[in-house]
């Protein structure tokens, strides 16, 4: 198998319970096949949302949270609840984390490089960079769509080879999954605006981002020479599937102009 540079999304709803707290079960198992794919001697990075939902969790609000400064406060308390539980789960397999947090002025070519030098520097020491949106200090809005569009960006930058989005859907469908004979796509090779317009948005409760968010992801790795694979992220370890070439999800093949 070849070496592989891979960034992996989770959002809220894939390692959350309904309740809003955090599912420790879903975290292990990751942190597990995560570890072992590092120990094949792949690149691991790790986007994850979930901050805002493990905030209102530990606050045990039974409601999301509407105003920017609720996020803001929630997303404060959250992100320290999940990386302690992250470094927790990681040290089980003798793996070590580093988290950074990233606001989009990474765009900026200081921070760009910056970023990278960092993220680099923590590969070669075989660490997991766990990465979300600096929530805390964001200014506009939540912007990142449960960090879909932060995780293409994040491959982009790091010139990854393939961005895995795990999610609370197993792929893109012609139409509403829900719906009868709705027939998901194995393969697409080209994010068009017929496709777009095709998406549909998300009915989760505690992510943001929908399927519209998932293909301007999509837009950016693929054209960035980076394959894309949207998957059920209800069991982690389909993830050795992905790498081996099992068919799972759908994928999005990059642009190889």
Do not use: W
Not at 54 to 68: E, I, N, S, Y
Request: charged share 25%.
């Amino acid at each position: 198998m070849r070496k592989k540079r891979i960034v992996i999304k989770v959002g809220s709803s894939t390692i959350t319970h309904a309740s809003g707290l955090l599912n420790l079960r879903k975290l292990d198992a990751l942190a597990c096949v995560l570890s072992d794919l590092r120990n094949q001697g792949h690149e691991v990075l790790l986007v994850s949302s979930g901050a805002i939902a493990a905030g209102r969790g530990k606050m045990h609000l039974d409601r999301r949270p509407q105003t920017l400064e609720e996020k803001q406060a929630l997303a404060a308390v959250g992100q320290c609840e999940l990386m302690y539980i992250y470094d927790k789960m990681f040290s089980q397999y003798s793996c070590s984390v580093a988290q950074l947090l990233i606001t989009k002025e990474v765009d900026d070519d200081t921070l760009r490089r910056n970023v990278r030098g960092t993220i680099d520097t923590l590969l070669a020491y075989r660490c997991i960079p766990i990465i979300n949106e600096n929530d805390s200090v964001a200014t506009d809005e939540i912007v990142y769509g449960d960090n879909d569009t932060l995780s293409a960006i994040t491959a982009r930058l790091m010139s990854a080879d393939l961005l895995i989005l795990l999610s609370d859907v197993d792929g893109l469908y012609e139409r509403d999954p829900l719906l009868p004979k709705a027939k998901k796509l194995d393969v697409v090779h080209e994010i068009d605006d017929a496709l777009m317009a095709m998406a549909g948005e998300s009915a989760s409760d505690l992510g943001t981002g929908g399927m519209i968010t998932k293909l301007q992801a999509g837009r950016i790795a693929t054209s960035a020479g980076c394959d894309m694979v949207i998957a059920s992220g209800e069991d982690p370890r389909i993830l050795y599937d992905i790498l081996d070439g099992t068919p799972c999800g759908t994928l999005f093949l990059a642009r190889r102009e």
